[in-house]
């Protein structure tokens, strides 16, 4: 290996082996196959409280060591990137060691429990000069991207309306266990755990929100301590969020985060009106956009399908035909690719820490505005 090669090598550090930490190890596993032109992602160490999960996952996704301390991750060396994919308790304090130590962060959201600490690692991260990211990996995909460009040139006119959802079911059991999701130490509920994709997907879109009215609810009001327990446990945290929203821009629209939505394993779309057409889009078939023009013949005017392909960025970097389709890993690939490119321009990579903050401050504006009943400004 030349040491110009050497020099375009990233050591990666894993926190964390769960649901989010595969992904984050396959994204990183692949990016350099999609992303020739990034630093070479080495994956050098993954970390979990329980070691022989982290030697599992190490062998699994080939990572050269394992660790039972996070603390032992933060402070090698070799490792030059943090990805920390654990509950959102241990974020603010792994964040802040792993910047202290010099290294570039990403960083599963919400970012933390409150907004004082989100913005505590937002200034820290600024002035230790780190590259930062954060989770949110839906509004990576092509035909987002495609969607906001669409808007941005006029095709959709003036934009009149907004309606978006995120909307699951994985907490509707009222006998599935408490657990940290549901713990108030570790923040809001749904409006965090689902609300903040829908709210940075319309802030992607359409920028940012200007003030809210919203309405929280606890659906679920106690579940088991553990599996199968009689003893139970009363929850304090919402299930259900719905907002009223006015966009910095004039218009105005709604947002719904919900994990007991019977039925639902991704419902997290939207659909903007404008006085000259109209998108449509869902996770549910992340591969297809609908666009509708106004003023076409009324017995054959419609919504036109957008079928993702090679003509919509970085879609061709992972296959050249189209309608074969990319997935949610791909969808992480694309953000660990353009995370680890930054990194490598000494770039700012978007949404970075300070946007995760800015999406945080919408999540508290919402619920104070459950509270008092009122509209509350955002910020």
């Given at each position: 290996?030349?040491?110009?090669?050497?020099?375009?090598?990233?050591?990666?550090?894993?926190?964390?082996?769960?649901?989010?930490?595969?992904?984050?190890?396959?994204?990183?596993?692949?990016?350099?196959?999609?992303?020739?032109d990034?630093?070479?992602?080495?994956?050098?160490?993954?970390?979990?409280?329980?070691?022989?999960?982290?030697?599992?996952?190490?062998?699994?996704?080939?990572?050269?060591?394992?660790?039972?301390?996070?603390?032992?991750?933060?402070?090698?060396?070799?490792?030059?990137?943090?990805?920390?994919?654990?509950?959102?308790?241990?974020?603010?304090?792994?964040a802040?060691?792993?910047?202290a130590a010099?290294?570039?962060?990403?960083?599963?959201?919400?970012?933390?429990?409150?907004?004082?600490?989100?913005?505590?690692?937002?200034?820290?991260?600024e002035?230790?000069?780190?590259?930062?990211?954060?989770?949110?990996?839906?509004?990576?995909?092509?035909?987002?991207?495609?969607?906001?460009?669409?808007?941005?040139?006029?095709?959709?006119?003036?934009?009149t309306?907004?309606?978006?959802?995120?909307?699951?079911?994985?907490?509707h059991?009222?006998?599935?266990?408490?657990?940290?999701?549901?713990?108030?130490?570790?923040?809001?509920?749904?409006?965090?755990?689902?609300?903040?994709?829908?709210?940075?997907m319309?802030?992607?879109?359409?920028?940012p929100?200007?003030d809210?009215?919203?309405?929280?609810?606890?659906?679920?009001?106690?579940?088991?301590?553990?599996?199968?327990?009689?003893?139970?446990?009363?929850?304090?945290?919402?299930?259900v969020?719905?907002?009223?929203?006015?966009?910095?821009?004039?218009?105005?629209?709604?947002?719904?985060?919900?994990?007991?939505?019977?039925?639902?394993?991704?419902?997290?779309?939207?659909?903007?009106?404008g006085?000259?057409?109209?998108?449509?889009?869902?996770?549910?078939?992340?591969?297809?956009l609908?666009f509708?023009?106004?003023?076409?013949?009324a017995?054959?005017?419609?919504?036109?399908?957008?079928?993702?392909?090679?003509?919509?960025?970085?879609?061709?970097?992972f296959?050249?035909?189209?309608?074969?389709q990319?997935g949610?890993?791909d969808l992480?690939?694309?953000?660990m690719?353009?995370?680890?490119?930054?990194?490598?321009?000494?770039?700012?990579s978007?949404?970075?820490?300070?946007?995760?903050?800015?999406?945080?401050?919408?999540?508290?504006?919402?619920?104070?505005?459950s509270?008092?009943?009122?509209?509350?400004?955002?910020?």
């Amino acid at each position: 290996m030349t040491k110009e090669l050497a020099a375009k090598e990233l050591g990666i550090g894993i926190i964390g082996t769960g649901f989010m930490g595969k992904a984050h190890a396959f994204a990183y596993r692949v990016a350099l196959a999609a992303f020739p032109d990034i630093p070479v992602p080495r994956l050098e160490m993954i970390a979990d409280v329980n070691e022989a999960s982290a030697a599992k996952a190490a062998h699994q996704y080939g990572f050269a060591r394992a660790s039972g301390d996070w603390r032992a991750l933060v402070n090698d060396p070799r490792v030059d990137v943090v990805s920390i994919t654990t509950p959102n308790t241990l974020h603010k304090e792994m964040a802040l060691a792993a910047i202290a130590a010099g290294k570039h962060v990403h960083c599963e959201k919400p970012l933390s429990p409150s907004l004082a600490d989100s913005l505590e690692m937002v200034e820290a991260a600024e002035k230790k000069g780190v590259s930062t990211q954060v989770g949110f990996n839906y509004i990576k995909n092509p035909l987002l991207k495609q969607a906001r460009d669409m808007i941005a040139a006029g095709e959709l006119g003036e934009i009149t309306g907004f309606r978006g959802i995120h909307a699951e079911d994985y907490m509707h059991d009222p006998d599935s266990p408490y657990s940290w999701r549901i713990d108030p130490v570790g923040g809001p509920g749904v409006i965090a755990d689902l609300g903040s994709h829908i709210i940075g997907m319309a802030r992607f879109l359409l920028g940012p929100i200007a003030d809210v009215s919203a309405d929280m609810r606890t659906v679920v009001k106690s579940r088991p301590v553990s599996r199968g327990a009689k003893e139970r446990k009363g929850v304090l945290v919402d299930d259900v969020a719905r907002i009223l929203v006015n966009f910095g821009r004039g218009c105005g629209g709604t947002i719904e985060a919900n994990w007991v939505a019977t039925g639902r394993k991704m419902q997290l779309g939207f659909e903007i009106s404008g006085d000259k057409g109209s998108l449509v889009f869902t996770q549910e078939r992340l591969n297809e956009l609908l666009f509708y023009r106004a003023g076409g013949d009324a017995k054959t005017n419609g919504y036109v399908k957008i079928e993702s392909g090679p003509q919509h960025p970085p879609y061709g970097e992972f296959c050249i035909a189209g309608g074969h389709q990319l997935g949610f890993n791909d969808l992480k690939t694309i953000e660990m690719g353009e995370f680890l490119r930054a990194i490598g321009q000494g770039k700012t990579s978007t949404p970075d820490f300070r946007e995760a903050y800015e999406i945080q401050k919408v999540v508290d504006a919402a619920i104070a505005s459950s509270k008092t009943r009122s509209w509350v400004v955002v910020g």
